[in-house]
């Protein structure tokens, strides 16, 4: 069987802070009377994880022979034809979870444990991420990490008179900034950013505050996790982890690293109009499309794959003759392995 470039079909997921950016933004096809705050790009999830499911949910394929399969059975069916040497997370599924956040308000104050708390609580999983900002209204902002100096005690306190966001720094939104996000580092999106994101495949998160919100579907006030999160919020201070840029240019690409960190990497590459070259992968990527438009073509697959604004790919480490060509300007974010 030959291997070519996957598209899956997203899985919508309607929020209570969720808006309709993923269609007027991205051009996703969304229903009409649910606000959709997340589109799952690529997922692998075992059972009992994602809504108590008995089964896999893992994104199916919706291109070429394939289609109709799910990656989880591609990742068995191909092994290192589809991986590469790039080792599976815990619970046999693919390494990182991909989506596009579209936030109408803001997320909730939240935080994601590390390998210590998890290792304590089965349950739990680590979670490290990081955001790139697609789009953003006029005067969005994000939460990230502690003001200087905040203690576990003025943190406690703050959640009990409804003031933490006066101890997490805000951040102004700027199309095009990427922020590393590791575990242990309160956060939340603010309103008004549509956000690509990237992390390592947990669902693990713990709400401290929720901004008095009331869930419409409940008439309540949604759960917060305070002990949990006290214990995996970072209060050391220590410095965000240093993340340096690197920028290659030539006269038809750039590309330049974002992120990097044990889990992912994250580059933005860039090719004007017409470009057509080999892809030189022998392990996986995963393409975030940001703009324009480019056909994939590989030996032995008859039709080119598409992929534009929007959308996501994954190219398995093993493809015959594998060659990208861009119909227009585009723009995406390359996701690579540890």
Avoid at 73 to 81: I, S, T
Avoid at 162 to 174: C, D, F, N, S
Avoid at 254 to 263: E, G, I, N, Q
């Amino acid at each position: 069987m030959t291997l070519y470039p996957l598209k899956f079909k997203p899985r919508l997921v309607e929020k209570i802070w969720g808006g309709r950016k993923l269609q007027t933004v991205l051009g996703k096809e969304l229903p009409a009377d649910k606000n959709i705050g997340e589109s799952w790009e690529l997922y692998d999830f075992p059972p009992g994880v994602v809504d108590g499911s008995p089964d896999w949910v893992s994104a199916e394929i919706a291109n070429g022979p394939l289609a109709g399969k799910t990656l989880h059975w591609a990742v068995g069916e191909f092994g290192p034809q589809l991986l590469g040497d790039v080792p599976l997370a815990g619970a046999g599924q693919f390494p990182v979870l991909i989506k596009f956040l579209d936030a109408r308000e803001d997320l909730s104050v939240q935080v994601h444990p590390d390998e210590a708390y998890a290792g304590r609580h089965p349950e739990a999983h680590l979670k490290t991420e990081a955001w790139y900002v697609v789009h953003h209204d006029p005067q969005s902002r994000l939460l990230k990490g502690l003001a200087p100096e905040v203690t576990r005690e003025q943190f406690r306190s703050a959640i009990d008179a409804g003031t933490v966001e006066q101890l997490i720094r805000a951040i102004p939104a700027k199309e095009g900034q990427c922020h590393y996000l590791p575990s242990g580092t309160v956060h939340a999106l603010g309103a008004g950013i549509l956000a690509a994101e990237v992390q390592t495949p947990s669902d693990t998160t713990f709400r401290v505050f929720d901004f008095n919100r009331i869930d419409p579907g409940t008439g309540r006030p949604r759960g917060l996790h305070v002990e949990q999160a006290l214990e995996c919020i970072d209060f050391s201070h220590s410095p965000e982890p240093a993340q340096p840029r690197s920028h290659v240019a030539g006269f038809f690409t750039t590309v330049t690293r974002l992120v990097r960190s044990p889990y992912f990497t994250i580059e933005k590459v860039r090719f004007t109009e017409g470009v057509e070259q080999a892809v030189p992968y022998d392990q996986p990527v995963v393409w975030m499309m940001l703009e324009g438009r480019m056909e994939l073509r590989v030996k032995g697959l008859d039709e080119a794959v598409e992929a534009k604004r929007g959308e996501t790919v994954l190219l398995p480490a093993q493809m015959q003759d594998a060659k990208v060509k861009t119909l227009s300007e585009c723009q995406w974010l390359e996701v690579t392995f540890g």
